[in-house]
């Protein structure tokens, strides 16, 4: 198994660009970001910044977020949003370039919250996205989200995200598998993985309930990694969870 650390959730003690550094200290050499800056077109210096901050760690960047909006007030995404289109689009080509430039082959498109989403609008750019993606190798990819904590978000099961990218119809647009959402929301885990793994463009963990390290909750961490090796997974597992507690941050895995 092949973990990753997703740096927008985890050591946020620190600024955004000492998170590679304190990773690569943890014994990771790979991380994975959701959108980190606050607009779609970050400046030329923001950019460059980060690129430096990941590659003078020398961790590789195996995961990263288009725009989703603000995602601290609650925003999961822009490609279905009739008032987050543009700002969706103005982000294609940034997102794929900076990803092309850290050899980045996951790029996560969150839908967007409900009420304003329309469906063929969220198709369309999907394909647009996937196109662009396309120009660097890389894969597109769609997420579930649990309905508890996400009420506006429409994307709330496997199945739901498969019709979806069944409908975008492009080679490079795969299933985010975040195990924590789809058990959160009732799904069988185990048998997804044994059925659908296939499907999967990339993978995320967290514990459920609380959303705290595996082992921390109910799921079968054990038993999920010995499927996905079965299955023949080789992308990487984004570590996603809440640290919580005193100390500093730690994991292992055999």
């Known amino acids: 198994m092949r973990f990753d650390v997703n740096l927008s959730i985890l050591f946020t003690d620190l600024p955004l660009l000492e998170r590679p550094a304190a990773a690569a200290k943890a014994g990771f050499d790979a991380v994975e970001l959701w959108w980190p800056f606050g607009t779609p077109d970050p400046g030329s210096a923001e950019l460059a910044a980060l690129r430096q901050a990941i590659e003078e760690a ?20 822009l ?4 008032d987050g289109s543009a700002r969706f689009q103005a982000n294609i080509d940034v997102a794929v370039q900076l990803a092309g430039e850290l050899g980045c082959g996951v790029l996560n498109a969150l839908y967007g919250n409900e009420p304003g989403t329309d469906r063929a609008l969220a198709v369309a750019n999907l394909r647009r996205a996937a196109d662009a993606a396309a120009s660097i190798g ?5 997420e579930a989200l649990n309905s508890h904590e996400n009420p506006k978000y429409p ?26 959402h789809l058990h959160r929301v009732g799904e069988d885990v185990l048998e997804l993985i044994d059925r659908h793994s296939a499907r999967f463009g990339h993978v995320q963990i967290a514990d459920d309930p609380g959303r705290g390290h595996p082992g921390s909750g109910r799921m079968p961490y054990d038993e999920i990694f010995a499927r996905l090796a079965a299955a023949g997974y080789s992308g990487h597992i984004g570590l996603e969870y809440r640290h919580e507690g005193p100390g500093a941050f730690d994991w292992r895995h055999a």
């Open 155 to 180: 994307i709330t099961s496997s199945r739901a995200a498969f019709e979806l990218i069944d409908e975008v119809d492009r080679e490079n647009v795969a299933f985010l598998a975040d195990l924590y």
């Open 138 to 142: 890389a894969t597109v990819v769609v």
């Open 58 to 77: 020398g961790v590789r960047l195996v995961g990263l977020n288009f725009d989703a909006g603000d995602m601290a007030a609650g925003e999961r995404g």
């Open 79 to 82: 490609p279905a949003r009739l």
